[in-house]
């Protein structure tokens, strides 16, 4: 049990309701922007965000459990309990702060995170009573952006430095989290980011209808009042080497570069104009602005939009492409809607602005007109055969049978590799198979054991709360590193 469960306000709190009357309590719903006003905007957040009375009314149900196992169901650790109760005691700041003792992105998770999957798994409800679990992820959000939108943001410590200068690479949530646990520990921390641009993945691989670049930009903001200072436009491994850096008093290194090397599926007809990665598209799309119709640098729209994958990446695709005027736009998933990686919510977000599922289909050409620009193409009728390695249904092609479907814009979305320029220049790390680095799991730490490692060059590919759990991990091994 936390000790702060036995604080007198918490339990004069759990005398006021019964459990009982907290139990027949229904979920609150998030208020959404409609669907078809919505698909007229790229920069319009869907989620609405929950009223101070609807907040309180769901923090409610939460019966602030004596083994809180949501809290173990949570990368970073949140006191999850507590921040809950906080808010519904009406004690929305010192919600949010409770919040940000544990994450440098509030409201960055209570936006992204795959809540359904991590914290609310873990729920009682959902473990014991087989009901809706308490909204942990809308309730992040709702303290998060209460605490910015009325200028109330957790107090900055005062700092005391110790005079050691370490690195991030990369600006995404894994570097983030290090920094913000980093600078707070007393370090010089410096953020080399090689696009123009701080934020990594926040920024340019999810569109502002689920993540406004505002909300990043805040949140980078009061990192930067901590003191942590960023270099954009510095590729390190090019525009310094490692030894470079370790001349001018770098003592330290966390690697958190992503994995932002797209991969394609190696068939027929994939170099023709028009067919392209999910993550260029989307890079164009959220962090060069390419919707917008005075943009130097464009990207192309098609009326009849496939988006191969289903995952996060690929429902952020193909809603981009309803927003950037596809009349047909469609994920093409080898398995089937049972076996989808995306988030329930994205799914049901993207049904609703009219995107098509063509499930248990698999691209196997693609057919060019005579200028080299895609007019259609092959698909490979599949079926389900029994569970893999993945514990999902082994997709099967069905001998003989396939379509052909007219299109005139493709985008890629089946994973994405490591940047391998960084391990290309620390020789003296290992890395996986994938190109993945590899690290100790317990500390983070690499085989050079002056560099650290976390996110998707780890994992090759992970939430954001994961990347943020490594970066804070790595930040506390890093302290004991260097001050043994």
């Known amino acids: 049990m936390l000790p702060d469960r036995s604080e007198a306000w918490r339990e004069e709190l759990r ?31 869907v989620n609405c965000g929950l009223s101070s009375e609807d907040a309180q009314h769901e923090a409610i149900r939460c019966m602030d ?19 809950i109760k906080e808010i519904e005691l009406g004690e929305f700041v010192k919600a949010a702060s409770t919040l940000k003792d544990k994450s440098a992105l509030p409201a960055v998770c209570g936006r992204v995170c795959p809540q359904e999957k991590q914290c609310e798994a873990q729920c009682f409800y959902t473990q014991k009573l ?19 939108e009325n200028d109330k943001n957790p107090q900055i410590p005062n700092i005391s430095k110790n005079g050691k200068k370490i690195a991030a690479v990369g600006s995404g949530p894994a570097s983030l989290s290090f920094a913000g646990d980093m600078i707070k520990k007393g370090y010089d ?53 490692f030894e470079d850096l370790k001349e001018q008093g770098y003592e330290a290194f966390f690697v958190g570069s992503g994995a932002g090397l797209p991969r ?79 988030r329930v919510e994205e799914v049901n977000h993207a049904i609703e602005e009219g995107v098509e599922f063509k499930c248990l289909h698999n691209p196997v050409s693609y057919q060019g007109d005579e200028n080299g620009r895609i007019k259609s193409m092959k698909l490979q009728v599949m079926e389900l055969g029994e569970a893999d390695a993945s514990g999902r249904r082994r997709p099967i092609p069905v001998e003989g049978k396939f379509i052909e479907e007219p299109v005139d814009l493709v985008i890629v979305s089946v994973g994405v590799s490591p940047n391998p320029l960084i391990p290309s220049c620390l020789p003296s790390i290992r890395t996986s198979e994938w190109g993945t680095v590899l690290v100790n799991e317990d500390n983070m730490q690499s085989d050079d054991v002056d560099v650290f490692a976390g996110g998707d060059i780890v994992r090759g590919g992970a939430t954001v709360i994961l990347a943020m759990g490594d970066g804070r991990k790595a930040a506390e091994s890093m302290d004991d590193f260097l001050t043994k």
């Open 65 to 83: 459990c004596a083994n809180p196992t949501c809290i173990s169901g949570c990368p970073v650790g949140i006191n999850i309990p507590k921040f």
């Open 264 to 342: 394609f599926m190696g068939i027929l007809g994939e170099n023709l104009n028009g067919v392209f990665s999910a993550n260029e598209y989307l890079t164009r799309v959220n962090l060069m602005e390419a919707y917008q119709s005075e943009s130097e640098t464009p990207v192309l729209k098609g009326k009849r939009v496939a988006i191969i994958g289903g995952g996060n990446t690929a429902m952020d695709s193909v809603r981009t492409a309803r927003r950037l005027g596809a009349e047909k736009a469609m994920i093409v998933y080898r398995r089937s809607m049972d076996e989808i990686p995306a």
């Open 130 to 148: 087989k009901k809706p679990a308490v909204a942990i992820g809308y309730l992040e959000r709702f303290a998060a952006d209460y605490a910015r």
């Open 15 to 45: 005398k006021k309701n019964k459990n009982k009357d907290r139990i027949a309590l229904e979920r609150v719903g998030m208020p959404e922007v409609d669907a078809q006003e919505r698909i007229k905007h790229q920069d319009v957040e």
């Open 189 to 241: 921390v410096t953020v080399f980011e090689a696009l123009h641009e701080i934020g990594g993945v926040l920024k340019y691989g999810i569109p502002e209808f689920r993540l406004p670049n505002d909300i990043v930009e805040f949140e980078i903001d009061n990192l930067r009042k901590m003191g942590v200072k960023f270099e954009t436009n510095f590729v390190v491994g090019r525009t310094a080497s």
